[in-house]
């Protein structure tokens, strides 16, 4: 079992910077493909961004490919997402999500947290 808490989230303005912190607790952090995602209002959630367990793979969403930078740290237990270059689409509630495989993360996670929102002001 994963428990997940993001933090991070804020009021940003377009151009602007945040970095998203996805806490995770459970012994099987350090076997966990992570991932984030967003839901606009009004709008499906979408894949954001995934990470190996070993941090050594990573794939973007074309959307924010060049701008935002996804990361972990097994030690602490914590994914986190850099989001650089901020637009006012960037505007969500983002979530982290957990799954035993790197290849099913960006599709059909396992662990979801709470999310945590990002607000970009033109």
């Known amino acids: 079992q994963v428990q997940l808490v993001e933090s991070g989230g804020g009021l940003v303005q377009a151009g602007g910077s945040l970095r998203l912190s996805c806490a995770a607790s459970?012994?099987?952090?350090?076997?966990?493909?992570m991932g984030w995602f967003r839901q606009a209002p009004g709008k499906e959630r979408e894949f954001v961004a995934r990470?190996?367990?070993?941090?050594?793979?990573?794939y973007y969403a074309d959307s924010v490919k060049g701008r935002f930078t996804i990361s972990r740290d097994n030690a602490k237990n914590t994914v986190y997402l850099q989001m650089n270059s901020l637009k006012v689409e960037d505007a969500a509630v983002y979530y982290c999500?957990?799954?035993?495989?790197?290849?099913?993360?960006?599709?059909?996670?396992?662990?979801w947290g709470q999310g945590t929102q990002v607000t970009v002001s033109s």
């Open positions: 999500a957990a799954a035993a495989q790197y290849s099913v993360v960006a599709n059909n996670p396992t662990y």
């Open positions: 459970g012994r099987t952090f350090g076997t966990q493909a």
């Open positions: 990470i190996s367990w070993s941090g050594t793979i990573t």
